[in-house]
Each structure stands twice: as C-alpha cells, then as structure tokens.
C-alpha cells in the first residue's frame, strides 16, 4: 500500500497532457513587466529609476523586510518606466517595465551548464545566497525560501521534506523538471539539507510519475540521506500538513507551522533554484510554465523569464482556441482565473489552462441534502456545511469554533458538492472575517 | 480584447449530483420491489405505484400552489419516499388510505420544513407512523405470500413471524418452539415470509446496500451500527434468558430491519453528519428497536427507533464532530 494523507482527499481526472514535452525555452520577449510583489509578504522596494541600463540578474527591487524577497531583471535592456499594471488578477501592482535590448548577463552568474555538485557554503551564507537571489516557493505560494530555512530559536527542524508531488490536475512542470535535472534537483536537496543542518530528506512523488519516481531512486543513490517516497495519488497532498502526514506520519496541529513537527517542506522547483543559487550564483528569474488544457493544440512546458506576457506563452503552445471561456494561472484547483492574458508570468506561475466552453461554467446551486460527502473529502476533518452555513449567517463565533481558520481552501468540498454548492467561496469569505477579528483581539 | 470568465477555485467539478444519488437509491430499491411484486404480485405493484405516484402529485402541488416554487419533482427524492412508503405498507392497503399517507409524508414529513435536505424526521416514516395510529386494522393485517398474481384488496391475510412470537411469548411459550411455526432463517433471509410490501428480503436489500456502498451513496456506519447493535442487545438478553427472549438472528431476519436500517435510518437530512455521530445514531435506533419488539406493546419497533433518534441529530450534530487534522498531535 502506498502511503498517503490520512484524512478526505479526492481524486480528479489528472488530465497531464503536458507530460513528458520537453522543456522548452520561451524567445525573450521585446518587453517584460516585473510586478515588485511577486511573493507573500511585503513588496520588494524599487532600486533603479526610468532610463537605468539593467543586465540579465540585475537587482531591480530590494526586500523591504523579513518576509519578503529581492527582484532580478530577466532581460537586459532599459527601464522603460515604473507604473502601476494591471496583473493576471486585473489588479494594479507597481511594476517595473523594461524595454528589451540583447540578452547579457551578469559576469557573476555561471552560465555553463556543468553540474556542480561540491558544497562549500556555510548554511548561513547559503541561506542568505538564497535570499539574496530572490528565491521564493515556486509551487505557486510563493514564501520567500529563506524565511522557511531561518528555523527559529527553539525549534529543531530534523527532517526535510521536498514537495515533488505535483497534484493539481493538469499541471507537469515539476515532473518535467525532474525528468530533466534531477542531478541539480539532488544537489539542490544536498544544499536545502546543509542550511537546515540536518542529514534526512524526504522527496514525496505521487505514484501517477512512475519515470520521475525511477529516475531519482536511481540517483538518489549517490546522495547520502535523501529518501524518494512514491505516494498514492490523492489531491491535496501538495498542501503542506497532508504531504508531511503522507511522508513521515506527523500531524501539525491546528494553526501551527511545520517545524513544530520538525519539518521544512520546499518545493521541487524551488529546490532546482536554490542549486542555481547556490552553485551558479543565478537569481531567480526565470521558472518552466505549463501551458495547457483539453483544447491547447500543443500542451507544452516552457522555461520562460518571469514577466513574459501570458498571451505569448499561449501562442507558442498553439494560440488561444476560439471558443476559450476561461484561463486560468496554475492549476483547476488552486488556480486563479485571469482576466487578461496581456499580464505577466511572475515567480509563481506554475501552468496556464485554458478551459473552454461549458467546463468553465457553475451549475446552478441546489439545497443542501445533508450527504456529508463535503465532510467526507475534507482533508482537515472540518464540516464544509456548516461553515458555509454559519458564514452566510455571518455567525463568527460560530466559525471560529468549528476551526474555519484550519481550511487550507483546497476546494475538495466544492468540487464534490453533489448541490455543486460554492462551499469554499462563503468559507473564505468567512475565513477573512474570523482572521480580521482574531487579529483585531490580539492588538 | 478577449473577455473571460473569472471566478474563484475550484474550477472543475466532480459531476456528481443530486439526481445521481437519488436514483442510485432508486436503483438500489429494485431488487426489493422485484422481490416484492414476486411475493405479493399486483398489490406490491399498486401500492408502489400509488405511492409514488400520490407523493409526485403533493411535493408538485405544494411547490406550485403553496410556495409558489419551481417544482423541482424529478430531482428522485420524492420517488424514493413514494418507494420507501409503500415498501412500510402491506399490499393491500386500499387507495385511499396510501394517498392519506403520501399527503402526510410530502406534506408534513417533508415540505413543511423547507422540503429537500430539511425534513428533521424521515418522510416516509412519519407518513407510515401516521397510518399505523389512524388505520391500526388495516395496517397490520398483511398479505400471505403464496397468494395468486392478480388479488390485492381481496387477498388471504396472516401474521408476520414477529407478530406470531410476540404473541407466542406472551402467552408463555419457549422461543425455541415458535421458531418451529415460522419460516426458516434461510426462507426469512430470501424474503419468504409475510409482512410490509418490501421489508421480507434481506437479501435484496443487500444488494441495494452493496450497491450504494460501491457507489459511495452511503457509507456503511449507520447499517452495520443498526444491524450490529440489534444483534448485540438482542443477544444479551438471550443469553440472560433463552426461555424468555427470542434468539439474536430471530431480531436481525425478521420485519424491517433491514430495510429501516439501510434505507430508512440513512435518510440524508434525518441522518447524522459525521461517521462517528453515524454510529452513535445506528446504536440508538438498534437498541430501541429491540426495547420495543421486546418490553413494548407493539411487535416491530424500527419505524419508532428511527424517528425517536432522528429527534436526536440536530443535538449529535452539535457535539459529535468530525475527527479534525492534528487532533492526535495536540493531545500528546
């Protein structure tokens, strides 16, 4: 029996039609737009101004704090100007605009492509490499990487988890990825174990990646401590409480983060650019996209840099199919509609889908029948129903009680619903009611 | 520009829906109707049929003329509480009487509390409940099996091996010795013995209940707990005293049971919402179902049981939560 989470979960038409494509490099596009908030936490702060003559690496904004993390020029050329742009969600986020002149690169950045696999950094100095590089959890949740590798005084952290579990539908750029580099994915694992100064690793794949399973089982032999887990396929499971009870058996307890069960969990990608790092001296300015979806004629993955229009990278896998209803950046799950494809891929575009026609449309909702079947799925063992229920009745004691602030909104509840209730919808509509009291109270 | 579509995760959905499930139970109730019109030929078939046919034309009527609502018919709900009355109800209960019950259970049972997902108490069961008091002649005088295809009203009546050994019992006889006047265990099983339209066969309704396992209808805490606790109290005060009560697989094989314990006490709306309150709830209604076949004045119990513990769901709802992640974690 493989291993899995222990509670809910469900399992979607996978739909990788992506799979196995080659990675494919994106044409540098004559210009890009680098939104300064690319990550959770604090926007980075603007260090060049319209006019400045900006390298491939260049630092264009510096982290403003803790939480938060530097932002790299991906082409070279000029700053074009710095505006507010709208972004994938039509939301107007500064950005900087940079007109593209050539491709050259930062002497500092190694761009051989030999695999260096000695480590001779101080954890510290590789977690500030880290930072300094801009890196950021490239899943799709973007956390500064840093943050997570900075284990507070009085926690231990014993074990690392690697996120190589991809479960969203649809979504194959970590599979390619793996398929691809999985030295430099095993060596960025080395890295991530020396910064955290602990000698197990634990690499979780879902079991519907049989070549990438393989493929590390293989190498992972030549890499002391680093362990490759085959896990049944079940979504959630890229969440990060269900991947560290799927691997290691530890449950986080309610509002707690991992390393209170002694875990740091970093996703595949992201480990593949901390390698970069950490041995090429390379920021984090480019990342591989899926672009995919059941009327894309080429589903494809592309390595593209960060600020790439989305619509470019739609008509490299074949053009938007006329009757599209909707696109969607990262997965069906998770994802998040956007409004216009003229926005940029930033650090946490993981795939692009577009769905055509009915698929993109709600059923109409019906009453609830009771069938629980949203509690059944629900992998934190809440009661969907009933936080719906009490949000719509703008009951927050209520809510807070029946752990609402526990829902990682996964949306197994709503795509289960047999009413197709919108139960995720009213619970973060609740979620961000009960949070703002809670914090009001604190104050 | 191109316009989208924007709204928030998930954007796929699983297709499931309420008429999937509604017909997956009407589905699952064929082999028990089949058994039934075999059993008792035209009557099982008019009764269905009425019943069905009286609950469609009430949840109609209500919906257009009361609550001035789309009429929402056809989404399996009231077919299957047409179905699961009629299956409470011998077979020859005339006409008027089967659409006394419909009105009572769409009407009252059902839309006077919302209509679908809100009914506290199983349709059904109050329609039945409501017949049994109004009409208790006519409602325990059940068909013998080996009648001819074609009767209904005019058919030839006898007593139900659970009406036959309460009776037995309290005229001072051994359990050992009724068991020899009704049919076999095995013919109980295979639905050879008389009763309500659709309660003989066990076998039937675990098909049904395979069924909707397989298809995820249902899970299997609320039948096991029901059939499990009836066996297990059934069979304590057998062994306590065998001259006095019947034998464990007596309780589980004859009336309702099976058919109150997989198709009736799993009602959605009148059923707990976690699978620990599930459990609770089947514990309750298998105790008092034998509390009432054994110490009560009536012979079966399970219509009782189940509405006596849907009255209770509202407070295991409350206090009975599902096993949240992490909880193990923190109690260490």
Redesign the interface.
Known sequence: MLKTF??GG?H?PENKFSAGQKIESMPIPSQVTIPVGQHIGAPAAAVVKKGDTVKVGTLLAKAAGFVSANIHSPVSGTVFKIDKVADAS?LKKESIIINVEGDEWEESIDRSSDLVTEINMAPQDIVKRIADCGIVGLGGATFPAHVKLSVPTGKTCDVLILNAVECE?YLTSDHQLMMEKGEEIMVGTSILMAALKVDRAVIGIENNKKDAIDHLTNLASKYPGIQIEALKVQYPQGGE?QLI?ACIK?????G?LPIE?GAVVQNVGTTFAVYEAVQKNKPLFERIVTVTGKSVSKPSNFLARVGTPISQLIDQAGG?PAD?????GGG???????????APITKGSSGI?I?KGE?????KM????????C??V??????P??LMTVSQKAIWDRAEEE?IM?CI?C??C???????R?L??YI?LGKGKVGQIMRSRTK | ??T???????????G???K??MYGVIIALLPTLAISIYNFGLGALVVTATAIAACLLFEHLIQKFLLKQETTIW?G?AIITGMLLAFNIPSNLPIWIIVIGALVAIGIGKMSF?????NPFNPALVGRVFLLISFPVQMTSWPTIKNTFLSYTDVQTGATPLSVMKEALANGELPTDVLGQIPSYRDMFLGLQGGSAGEMAGIAILIGLAFMLFR?II?WHIPVAVLGSVFAFAGILHWIDPMMYAPPMFHILSGGLFLGAVFMATD??S?P???KGGIIFGIGIGVITVAIRVFGAYPEGISFAILIMNAFVPLIDKYI??????????KK
Do not use: W
């Open positions: 222990s509670l469900i979607p039509g539908p409480k009870d530890r449950q986080i307890p309610s707690k069960v938007l599209t209803e909707k696109v969607i069906p799950m998770m994802g998040k509609a956007i409004v216009s494809t003229d889908l769905v698929e993109a449309k709600r059923e019906q009453p609830c029948i009771k069938c629980s079947k509690i059944s629900c992998p934190m063992g809440l009661e129903y009933l752990q526990d909104e949306g197994s709503s795509y289960t619903c047999p009413s197709t919108p995720l919808d973060r | 520009m191109n989208f579509t924007v709204s928030p995760s998930p954007h796929i959905h699983s499931d829906s309420v999937k499930n989404d709900s919302g209509g679908l997902g809100n995820k899970t959605y709306a059923s919402m976690s699978n939560k599902p096993k949240r992640f992490g909880e193990v974690a923190k």
